[in-house]
């Protein structure tokens, strides 16, 4: 008959709990037994025989260290999103995220499987959990005393001439009472990041407290209405309309006197970003539109500065450079500051294979090379390559300086060259696009960057990706980069948006030169005078970093000394331009007393959506059917029946977001303001 098992376990084992127990207490026992099977899980992780992560390379120590915590963050939070109570939610948010941070393996698999089916649900319990209860505390217990007075939420009013009538709602970041605005001028006006469909200011608290305490200046930052509720145009328009405002009413919508018209500054982060850099170009198109002219209406002023931190420019999420692209970036001008990206493109290519000899330093930054042609080859300038050169992809200026006869045109004697010619040293074109270079990113994947995009557009609009200048700000004319304020960009190495900032940084460096160059030839400036691109350019690349570092304040602090910087940027560009604004600012009202600034007023075609309001473009046609000037306009207003000449009516289009009309029309109209088609006329 089989004996019954002892009720508490092995006779050893009551032996040994019975020791232990004298010297132990439960709760150091809980202790030990966890801390036991956190080493012997992460055993070869903690004694070094286990290969270090791949991306605990790409980044700086201490970014990696802050992605660690974001990725549990956002792991316990996915994890509890389905709990419908929301203290409950709330609470096993916190609960989940603390187990994550020791699963550290199982927090990167729960994220990599919600980002290959991410939602607009997902991506808004990611980007809003700073301002759970829980997060909240924590990051207020943590951040310093930056200012005496807390945020103000306000709500600013549309201009009179807008299509929309509902206010946009803000909060007010400034460090001293109400009353005390009525002695400012100066306004900086934040538009937050969020992916178009996420995030408030008070989601990014850290920054707008530390450039309001640092500066003492208001800090604007707009709360504008997210998508897909309200796709394009709609938080573009909003935006557009607050700068109105500002300028129509003379700050009085933000407390200011109203003595004279505000120093502005826009400034925008990722998503944020490419709204501010849209809203520049509306205001810059507006100015020289025709119709505005014609009835002597005043246009809005730019903004006094452009401050962009890792921005989204471009919709179009492509693989590979083209040649202009990468000749933007090759600028031997810029050749330090985009030095790491160029470098980063090369490796792509010999990570692939080792074996392939290497560029020297010298080749890389531009000094003469010795090409094999074959005979008699001379030293020729090689540009700052990066890879090996497709055959047949030889630029000219890059082909070697042969001193033999032309090659025969014969059968015979183009195989007898062939045969006898020794094999060119090649370099390569092909440089992936940084959203393909980090396409792995903890921060930010190509599956969000796809979903933010198609959320963003919405299901009724189909624009032209090629040519929406306000969808994609990367694709804006010359003429208007031209007229930009200064801009200031800061962006991390390892962002995968990083193309964009550099390569608009560098079209503008073009258009400003360019602009520069024929002002020179008109003898309007100083044979003498030099072009210094930094009066108009300057880009910050930060190493080892990637996207969104500046809401990782609690867990990344060296973003504070960023954060710092930028309050800096902030007083350099209201010191530069207090003196010549309000000198130009006094003559024009001097000149002007009547006149106040306007929207174009543009007659209105008909709408099925009455929430989501035309965005107006238009494009002036003279009578022979050419643009007039060589330029179109687009802008943003309301519709002022009556009143307009019929070339005028001809001339206006209103571009409904809730009907089918982008696509058809963005085409024709853009190609007008490109400069690409002649008489080209909407329907």
Known sequence: MATRAHGHGPVIIQSISRRVSKRVTAWQTVVITMLTLYIARNFSKLVGLEAPEPLANLYSRA??????????????????????????????????SVYYLFAAEQADEKVRKVQGAVTVDHLRVSWNKATTPYLWALS????????????????????????????????????????????????????????????????????????????????????????????????????????????????????????????????????????????????????????????????????????????????????????????????????????????????????????????????????LTLHLSPKGAKLVPR???????????????????????????????QTASLVSSKPKT?????????????????????????????????????????TDYLLSPLLAPEELLAKFPKVYFMTGERDPLVDDTVLFAGRLRQAKQNLWVLRKEMGLLPSHEPFDEKDHVEVVLIPGISHGFLQMVGVFPEAWKYIYRIARWFEEIFDVNTNQSSRSKSESEDAHPQKRHHHRHMQTTESSGDEDRPLEMSSSIKDNGSVAGGK???????????????????????LASEDDLLGRRMKGLAGGLMGLANGTRTP
């Open 140 to 367: 207020s217990l943590m951040r310093p005393k930056l200012t005496r007075y807390p945020p103000r939420a306000i709500r600013i009013p549309r201009p009179s001439e807008s299509s929309y009538k509902d206010s946009v709602s803000a909060w007010l970041y400034f460090d001293g009472p109400l009353s005390a605005l009525t002695t400012h001028n100066k306004v900086i006006v934040d538009i937050p990041g969020g992916g178009f469909v996420a995030m408030s200011p008070r989601d990014h608290e850290d920054k707008l407290l530390g450039w309001a305490g640092r500066t003492g200046l208001p800090i604007l930052s707009l709360d504008y209405k997210k998508a897909p509720e309200y796709p394009y145009p709609y938080s573009l328009n909003e935006c557009y309309d607050v700068y109105h405002t500002l300028i129509a009413s003379r700050g009085r919508c933000v407390g200011f006197a109203g003595d004279s018209i505000p120093q502005i500054i826009l400034t925008g982060d990722s998503a944020g970003g490419n709204l501010a850099t849209s809203v520049v170009l509306m205001i810059l198109q507006s100015a020289q539109t025709a119709a505005q002219r014609r009835r002597g209406q005043e246009t809005l002023p730019a903004p006094d500065g452009l401050v962009l931190i890792y921005p989204g420019l471009d919709m179009n999420m492509t693989n590979w450079m083209t040649d202009e692209q990468m000749s933007l970036i090759q600028d031997r001008r810029m050749r330090k500051t985009n030095s790491p990206i160029l470098r980063k493109k090369s490796m792509d290519y010999y990570r692939l294979t080792p074996e392939t000899p290497r560029p020297s330093e010298d080749e890389d930054e531009g000094q």
């Open 63 to 96: 970014y990696f260290r802050a992605t660690w915590v974001t990725t549990a963050l956002d792991a316990g939070f996915w994890t509890a999103m389905k709990i419908r109570k929301k203290w409950l939610r709330d609470l096993a948010s916190a609960v989940f």
């Open 426 to 466: 090649q370099r390569t074109r092909l440089a992936m696009s940084s959203m393909i270079s980090y396409f792995n990113d903890r921060v930010l994947t190509p599956e969000m960057e796809r979903a933010m995009i198609i959320l963003y557009i919405g299901p009724h609009n189909h624009p032209d990706f090629s």
């Open 632 to 654: 179109g306009g687009r802008g943003r207003g309301g519709g002022k029946k009556g009143g307009l000449t019929r070339e005028e009516n001809r001339s206006s289009v209103s």
């Open 383 to 413: 540009g700052f390559g990066y890879g090996p050169l497709h055959e047949g992809a030889v630029p000219d200026e890059e082909l070697p300086i042969s001193s033999d006869p032309p090659t025969p045109t014969s059968v015979a004697g």
